[in-house]
T-cell receptor
Framework: EAQVTQNPRYLITVTGKKLTVTCSQN?????MSWYRQDPGLGLRQIYY???????DKGDVPEGYKVSRKEKRNFPLILESPSPNQTSLYFC??????????FGPGTRLTVL | QKEVEQNSGPLSVPEGAIASLNCTYS??????FFWYRQYSGKSPELIMF????GDKEDGRFTAQLNKASQYVSLLIRDSQPSDSATYLC?????????FGQGTRLTINP
């Protein structure tokens, strides 16, 4: 089944404790991205990658890192999480210029 | 001016009626337009995409695109309670999909 997977789906952590949210797609898509969604603010893009080893900042990159060492994986790293990074996170992938598919989401709470 | 404008709603429609959702965009160079449905706490799900001026129909859904007016709409015929969700429109920008804030739709039985 063609899909985007994310792990973990739910995470509660404390301020400053490094964490990684994994994202994987099995559709051989070139383009992958991370979004966060907050009430009243809609979907905001954090980082995107147009192919292996090519990443770029989205609209709200501060406090986040990403890497794209393989085509299928695009992990999101929070080196020192803070409470303002409490949010619902989505990974997404697509072929360039085509329709985008989202993962199931990761609900992160930073205490 | 926002890149994508949507009425945030909520839009309330009786069951069986036609729900009409609208979206305007600012980038005249956009070629691809998408409608996503998102249930509360779930991920956005693609329901329609349209590339050409005019109408595109898929079951109860019709997407309408007017590039001259920079306007895209989604019609849902015979609305069902299961259509209650937030609907996001998006267009293909230079490097990314640009999303609207979404319109919350409620179908009343």
């Amino acid at each position: 089944e063609a899909q985007v997977t994310q792990n973990p789906r739910y995470l509660i952590t404390v301020t400053g404790k490094k964490l990684t949210v994994t994202c994987s797609q099995n559709m051989n898509h070139e383009y992958m991205s991370w979004y966060r969604q907050d009430p009243g603010l809609g979907l905001r893009q954090i980082y995107y990658s147009m192919n292996v080893e090519v990443t770029d900042k989205g609209d709200v990159p501060e406090g986040y890192k990403v890497s794209r060492k393989e085509k299928r994986n695009f992990p999101l790293i929070l080196e020192s999480p803070s409470p303002n990074q409490t949010s619902l996170y989505f990974c997404a992938s697509r072929r360039l210029k085509n329709e985008q598919f989202f993962g199931p989401g990761t609900r992160l709470t930073v205490l | 001016q926002k890149e994508v404008e949507q009425n945030s709603g909520p839009l309330s429609v009786p069951e069986g009626a036609i729900a009409s959702l609208n979206c305007t965009y600012s980038d005249r160079g956009s070629q691809s337009f998408f409608w996503y449905r998102q249930y509360s706490g779930k991920s956005p799900e693609l329901i329609m995409f349209i590339y050409s001026n005019g109408d595109k129909e898929d079951g109860r859904f019709t997407a309408q695109l007017n590039k001259a007016s920079q306007y895209v709409s989604l019609l849902i015929r015979d609305s069902q309670p299961s259509d209650s969700a937030t609907y996001l429109c998006a267009f293909q920008g230079a490097q990314k999909l640009v999303f609207g804030q979404g319109t919350r739709l409620t179908i009343n039985p």
